[in-house]
């Protein structure tokens, strides 16, 4: 018995732990602008879901400060105490679940809005100055063109969008302003974008949109904060768990007895006397 009560204790301390070191990565995270790294930043200004980063703040440090509590309560298995941290955790938790709930509403709404954002900014080529840099250096770096499609530039496409397809796949377009397909990149006819002395009449762009790589890093900061409340809820169910069976241990646990039968065939029952 004394062994698994020290088997116990000790898998709650190291339980009690991870939370202590979740909490501080809610704080991390919460402190950290991850906003900040998205594309084109201004085209989700009104999709900002700045008010994760004040949750993951505050609760990182009452989770901080209760894991110390139950650090404390398992190293002294003060009975009390265990009881207490298994309280605040479990009340911890469901604030946590009631107030997070609309990220998981964010993340299931936000393709919707993205796409309605596409439809607000285009054509692109009357954007603001500032969205149409940006978009240049995106296009450049991920080999892309384009919001949905190459088509939202109209006909003044960026040089960002020009792409050089193999030699194997070239094809030529069989009707001017039709798309031809060369692997990564696609043929365009020259009433997309009227030939100069710098550019040819075949004109071959990229033929991936940029939206789905821009939907992707917008989507990214809710899905780690997701991600950081889940991992949060799965170890503090542990060590409520945990911390509860250790407090309350001599409650579910029977003590071992030993019977006797005295000289008048009286049965007696005593506690076996422990070995350690």
Not at 113 to 119: G, L, N
Request: aromatic share 6%.
């Amino acid at each position: 018995m004394a062994r698994c009560r020290s088997y116990l204790r000790g898998l709650s301390i190291c339980v009690t732990v991870l939370l202590l070191v979740s909490g501080v990565v809610m704080i991390g995270v919460g402190v950290s602008s991850i906003e900040g790294n998205t594309p084109v930043a201004q085209l989700f200004e009104q999709l900002s879901s700045s008010d994760g980063l004040m949750v993951l703040k505050v609760f990182g440090l009452v989770t901080v400060v209760l894991s110390v509590l139950g650090v404390c309560a398992t190293s002294l298995h003060h009975k009390p105490l265990l009881l207490l941290f298994s309280a605040l955790i479990f009340v911890e938790f469901v604030a946590l679940m009631v107030v997070a709930s609309p990220l998981v509403q964010v993340q299931a709404q936000m393709d919707g809005a993205v796409d309605e954002v596409f439809r607000n900014v285009t054509p692109l080529h009357r954007a603001e100055p500032y969205i149409q840099s940006e978009l240049n250096k995106l296009q450049a770096s991920d080999s892309c063109c384009g919001l949905r499609t190459f088509k939202d530039w109209e006909k003044q496409l960026p040089v960002s969008c020009f792409c050089k397809p193999a030699v194997s796949t070239l094809q030529p377009s069989s009707q001017s302003g039709n798309a031809s397909s060369g692997g990564p990149c696609v043929l365009v006819g020259s009433d997309l974008y009227p030939p100069t002395s710098q550019v040819s009449e075949r004109l071959w762009v990229h033929s991936e949109p940029c939206g789905p790589i821009l939907k992707s890093h917008l989507s990214f900061p809710i899905k780690v904060r997701i991600g950081i409340i889940s991992a949060f809820s799965t170890i503090a169910m542990a060590a409520v768990a945990l911390c509860l069976a250790l407090g309350l241990q001599e409650y579910w646990t029977t003590p071992p007895v030993e019977t006797t039968v005295d000289d008048f065939d009286r049965v007696k029952y005593q506690p076996k006397p422990s070995l350690t």
